[in-house]
C-alpha cells in the first residue's frame, strides 16, 4: 500500500479537489483507493453516517476538470465540512485497517473465532492481534504466550512470534513462546522459520512437537491430541522448579518468595489450574518444600 495517500493532508486535499490530475490517476489505481471503497462498501451495513467515497471522487473529479480554480477566500467557507469528513474518513480508514487484539490475564483463558471459521484458545498471559480488515487476502496473527490454533484450510496462515514464524495451510498445534518456544504439532503440517539466521526453516507433521533453547531446535514425539493446559493442568517432566514456579504465577495471581529456594532442582509432576491449595500441595510437598499463603491469598511464601 503507498502511504502517501493514507495521509490526512492529502486526503484533504484530494477532497478539496487540488489534486493534479497525475496525483488524481494515482491515487485511483493505489491500494488505498481500494481499501476505502471497501470500507464505504463495509460501513454501509453500519448504523453511522455514511461515506459514499464513489460520490466525493465523482465530484472531485468534476472539481479537477474546471478551468478556474477558485481563490483560497472563496474556498473557506466548506473547509471546515471537508476537515470533518476527512477526520470521519481518516477514523474510518485508521479503524478498519487498524489491528485488533486480544489478550488474556493471569489465569485467565479465551477463545477467538477468526474471520474464516478458524480459533485461536489463548491461555493465561497471552496476547493475538490481527488487522481487522483484510482477513481473506492476508491470514496473519501477532502472537506471544501460549494458544492452541484450528486452522482452516484455506490461503497460508502465518503466526509470527518473537521466536520465528510459522505457516501453514489447515492443521491443529500449540503454540508456547515465552523465554524458549515450543511448538506442538497435532494434526497436518507447518513450517517454522526461527528469528536466528543460522537456523534454518524446519518442517513439523502431526504428532511431533519442536523446541528450542535459543541455539538449537529439538524435536520428539508426542502422544496426546491436545495440550495438557487445554485439560486443566500443565506438566512436567525432568524440569527445573523454577518452571514450575513460573507456571504457577501464570495460572493463579500470586507473588511467589522462594527464600533460598534451590530452584534448579528437577521436578517431574503435574498441578491442577483449577486449586491454588491443590496446586501448591502436589509441587511442594513432592520437593519438601513448606509453603504459607497469605489472608489475601496474593501472596505464598516458600521454605525448606
Same mark, same amino acid.
Given at each position: 500500500?503507498? =502511504?502517501?495517500?493514507?495521509?490526512?493532508?492529502?486526503?484533504?486535499?484530494?477532497?478539496?479537489?487540488?489534486?493534479?490530475?497525475?496525483?488524481?490517476?494515482?491515487?485511483?489505481?493505489?491500494?488505498?483507493?481500494?481499501?476505502?471503497?471497501? !470500507?464505504?462498501?463495509?460501513?454501509? @451495513?453500519?448504523? %453511522?453516517?455514511? !461515506?459514499? +467515497?464513489? =460520490?466525493?471522487?465523482?465530484?472531485?473529479?468534476?472539481?479537477?476538470?474546471?478551468?478556474?480554480?477558485?481563490? *483560497?477566500?472563496? =474556498?473557506?467557507?466548506? #473547509?471546515?465540512?471537508?476537515?470533518?469528513?476527512?477526520?470521519?474518513?481518516?477514523?474510518?480508514?485508521?479503524?478498519?485497517?487498524?489491528?485488533?487484539?486480544?489478550?488474556?490475564?493471569?489465569?485467565?483463558?479465551?477463545?477467538?473465532? #477468526?474471520?474464516?471459521?478458524?480459533?485461536?484458545?489463548?491461555?493465561?498471559?497471552? =496476547?493475538?492481534?490481527?488487522?481487522?480488515?483484510?482477513?481473506?487476502?492476508?491470514?496473519?496473527?501477532?502472537?506471544?504466550?501460549?494458544?492452541?490454533?484450528?486452522?482452516?484450510?484455506?490461503?497460508?496462515?502465518?503466526?509470527?512470534?518473537?521466536?520465528?514464524? $510459522? %505457516?501453514?495451510?489447515?492443521?491443529?498445534?500449540?503454540?508456547?513462546?515465552?523465554?524458549?518456544?515450543?511448538?506442538?504439532?497435532?494434526?497436518?503440517? !507447518?513450517?517454522?522459520?526461527?528469528?536466528?539466521?543460522?537456523?534454518?526453516?524446519?518442517?513439523?507433521?502431526?504428532?511431533?512437537?519442536? !523446541?528450542?533453547?535459543?541455539?538449537?531446535? &529439538?524435536?520428539?514425539? $508426542?502422544?496426546?491430541?491436545? *495440550?495438557?493446559?487445554?485439560?486443566?493442568?500443565?506438566?512436567?517432566?525432568?524440569?527445573?522448579?523454577?518452571?514450575?514456579?513460573?507456571?504457577?504465577?501464570?495460572?493463579?495471581?500470586?507473588?511467589?518468595? +522462594?527464600?533460598?529456594?534451590?530452584?534448579?532442582? &528437577?521436578?517431574?509432576? %503435574?498441578?491442577?489450574?483449577?486449586?491454588?491449595? @491443590?496446586?501448591?500441595?502436589?509441587?511442594?510437598?513432592?520437593?519438601? $518444600?513448606?509453603?504459607?499463603?497469605?489472608?489475601? %491469598?496474593?501472596?505464598?511464601?516458600?521454605?525448606?
Amino acid at each position: 500500500m503507498d =502511504k502517501k495517500y493514507a495521509t490526512e493532508e492529502f486526503l484533504v486535499r484530494w477532497m478539496a479537489g487540488e489534486l493534479s490530475q497525475e496525483e488524481l490517476d494515482g491515487f485511483l489505481a493505489s491500494d488505498v483507493h481500494r481499501q476505502l471503497v471497501r !470500507i464505504d462498501q463495509a460501513m454501509e @451495513s453500519l448504523e %453511522k453516517p455514511e !461515506i459514499d +467515497v464513489e =460520490k466525493a471522487l465523482a465530484l472531485v473529479t468534476s472539481k479537477n476538470k474546471n478551468t478556474k480554480k477558485e481563490t *483560497p477566500v472563496r =474556498k473557506l467557507w466548506w #473547509l471546515p465540512a471537508i476537515a470533518a469528513s476527512v477526520a470521519l474518513l481518516f477514523g474510518a480508514f485508521n479503524y478498519f485497517l487498524g489491528n485488533k487484539t486480544y489478550q488474556t490475564g493471569i489465569g485467565e483463558k479465551e477463545i477467538v473465532l #477468526l474471520a474464516d471459521g478458524s480459533t485461536v484458545e489463548l491461555n493465561a498471559n497471552s =496476547k493475538l492481534s490481527f488487522k481487522r480488515f483484510g482477513w481473506e487476502e492476508d491470514r496473519a496473527v501477532e502472537f506471544e504466550g501460549e494458544a492452541f490454533f484450528d486452522v482452516r484450510a484455506g490461503k497460508d496462515f502465518t503466526v509470527k512470534t518473537t521466536s520465528g514464524t $510459522i %505457516k501453514v495451510l489447515g492443521t491443529q498445534f500449540n503454540v508456547r513462546d515465552r523465554k524458549n518456544i515450543k511448538i506442538q504439532c497435532y494434526e497436518g503440517t !507447518i513450517i517454522f522459520a526461527p528469528t536466528l539466521l543460522h537456523l534454518a526453516p524446519f518442517t513439523l507433521n502431526g504428532g511431533n512437537e519442536l !523446541i528450542s533453547d535459543g541455539a538449537t531446535l &529439538q524435536t520428539r514425539v $508426542i502422544s496426546q491430541r491436545v *495440550p495438557d493446559w487445554k485439560e486443566g493442568f500443565s506438566a512436567f517432566v525432568q524440569q527445573p522448579f523454577s518452571d514450575v514456579l513460573e507456571e504457577l504465577a501464570l495460572q493463579f495471581p500470586i507473588t511467589l518468595n +522462594v527464600n533460598g529456594i534451590n530452584t534448579n532442582r &528437577q521436578f517431574s509432576g %503435574k498441578f491442577s489450574h483449577n486449586n491454588l491449595e @491443590s496446586a501448591l500441595k502436589t509441587t511442594m510437598e513432592p520437593m519438601g $518444600i513448606k509453603y504459607h499463603i497469605s489472608e489475601d %491469598k496474593r501472596i505464598v511464601t516458600l521454605s525448606n
